[in-house]
Nanobody, 126 residues
Framework: QVRLMESGGGSVQAGGSLRLSCAASGYTASTGCMGWFRQVPGGKEREGVARVNTDGGTTYADSVKGRFTISKDNAKNTLDLQMDSLKPEDTGMYYC???????????????????WGQGTQVTVSS
């Protein structure tokens, strides 16, 4: 059974940084697409933030390009998200997600992933 567990969330002032981590068990990170999503309070949809493919290729949402960096350690089966220059609009619950095959071309959509972590809260104050 695949399990994902996020850590590293917290509260920070605008302009600050946070690093999220996701530990995967029952899963081989090198053979699947992994990504980060976020959901704002009261929001219906989870917004795709970033993803990394089996070949290491990365995709970012326009809203986080140049500020966030996604990375995967295949040996440790972990996925990280370095978030710099944080803004209040980055506030939300952040979820790690995985699929057991390559990323699907196009936008980062929640429907492309079949395994989710429980989430970790990120709060950015102005």
């Amino acid at each position: 059974q695949v399990r994902l567990m996020e850590s590293g969330g917290g509260s920070v002032q605008a302009g600050g940084s946070l690093r999220l981590s996701c530990a995967a068990s029952g899963y081989t990170a090198s053979t699947g697409c992994m990504g980060w999503f976020r959901q704002v309070p009261g929001g219906k949809e989870r917004e795709g933030v970033a993803r990394v493919n089996t070949d290491g290729g990365t995709t970012y949402a326009d809203s986080v390009k140049g500020r966030f960096t996604i990375s995967k350690d295949n040996a440790k089966n972990t996925l990280d998200l370095q978030m710099d220059s944080l803004k209040p609009e980055d506030t939300g619950m952040y979820y790690c997600a995985a699929r057991t095959s390559r990323c699907i071309w196009g936008n980062i959509l929640s429907s492309h992933f079949n395994t989710w972590g429980q989430g970790t809260q990120v709060t950015v104050s102005s």
